[in-house]
């Protein structure tokens, strides 16, 4: 019998996250000692600090073929700098680091860069190095700096310079260097270019507070400690409109996975619907957001704090403090820096849920377009339109109190929605008919508690409430 061949990748992408919001300490005792065989390592999504970064670089270390190391979405600042430079120099067969979305400097940056450069051989692949929306100010002027210091390209033309070969014969490869967070974004050589598009400020992103405190009337600096996260959530939890139902997209629907990281909601992991930005440059879906929002005003209310207000609201990220002028839909954000990231997030292109290179059934759909046409398209389409109910129920039920046997459905059990739910309060669970959820309890009243499955029966997001006569159990 042929052994087991070893796998190539370690892959420890969210395993931080708990899925409630709450994050967990990695258990690095898990990895085998000695030698290994990775050639790919991924520690994305998971919030890491400098502090903790030396044990994921002990790892990589060991790793002889490793060819990929993927740390995006991490709180890395330039105290990490320099154990990821020495990682450049002792690692020589690296091809891929991913850094995006951190919070390098320009200095932690070129400690990075610099390193990277001296150590690569003429005869190797350039080195496909991620740094954009980072803390690097002035990027272009800093670019400008390395290109003259050092054989650096930041792939202008995808066509010309791909991720293994660069035309200009350079050793690093730095695509969309200039697209930082907290910096002027003075080229716009990284997107597409448009006859419309202003030239942004040098401090685009350094004012965005400004911007919004004057939007809530208020000037910088005037909002005191009345300013608490308690009452944005209670602005949160009032009721709102009803907004038409946007079907969530996922991950694996991007065209592109990797370029498309920024719109990714780290709370439910889905592609951010109804965006909401905060004043740190951080995108969630609204619907997230509030549920974060209540949830941790709860577990104030319940805490040993209780008796003191709430002067702020931690991101969910980085855990800076957010003020309710810190938080504002992406469409109202009176700034050019937002204005950009809302071209971007309504270019993002993306497949069919039922693609052929993603469903695992037999009828397929090839559409592929841009996610604001999504929602029209789930309409019209073929497969999606089958597997929905040919009529739909003239009146849907109510929860009143009796309403529903609670005996019906215990802890864990898996159930199918029947119709749509889209309950206007946060904590409630937005769902569609033939969805799957996980109960987690039900109340006399007629509702249950419970979270969203996805089709490999993993959950998704932040559980909520629905009714429970809109249930019925999985038949597997």
Known sequence: MAPKKEPSKLDWAQRR???????????????????LHFEEVDFSFNGLTSHELPQVLEVCMRCPRLRVLKLFKNSIDDSGALGLAELCRYCPTLEEIHLSHNMFTASGASSIITAAESSRR????????????NHIEDAEAVFKRLQAEHSVCRRIDPKACTARVCARKCRVHLPHFCLQRLNAVESNQDMPARRDSPNLPRQMLRQFRDDLDRQKGKSK????????????????????????RKPQVQVHQLLDVEGSQEFVCYLCRGVVHYPTLTRCSHLFCSPCFQ???????????????ATESMQAMPCPVCDKALKKADVVPLHRAKHPAAAVMQRRWQAIRIKCAFHPELADFGETCDWQGDLPQYAAHCKVCPVGSKMRPSSRAMSMPVPTKGNGDRSAFSEDDVCVVKYDFEGEDPK??????????KIYRTVPSGWAGGILLDK?????????WLPINYLELYQS
């Open 17 to 35: 996250n708990s899925g409630d919001g709450r994050r967990e300490a990695l258990d690095f005792s898990e990895i085998p000692k000695g030698v």
């Open 122 to 133: 003429e005869d190797q692949v350039p080195l496909w190095l991620r740094l954009e929306q």
């Open 221 to 244: 600096g005037k909002a005191g400690k009345s300013e608490a996260a308690h009452v944005a959530a209670k602005e949160a939890s009032a009721p709102k409109p009803r907004e038409s």
């Open 291 to 305: 549920s974060w929002v209540v949830e941790k005003v709860s577990e104030h209310s319940s805490g040993p704090e």
């Open 428 to 437: 409630m669970l937005r769902v569609a008919a033939h969805d799957i959820v």
């Open 456 to 464: 490999s029966m993993e959950e998704v997001g932040l559980p909520g």
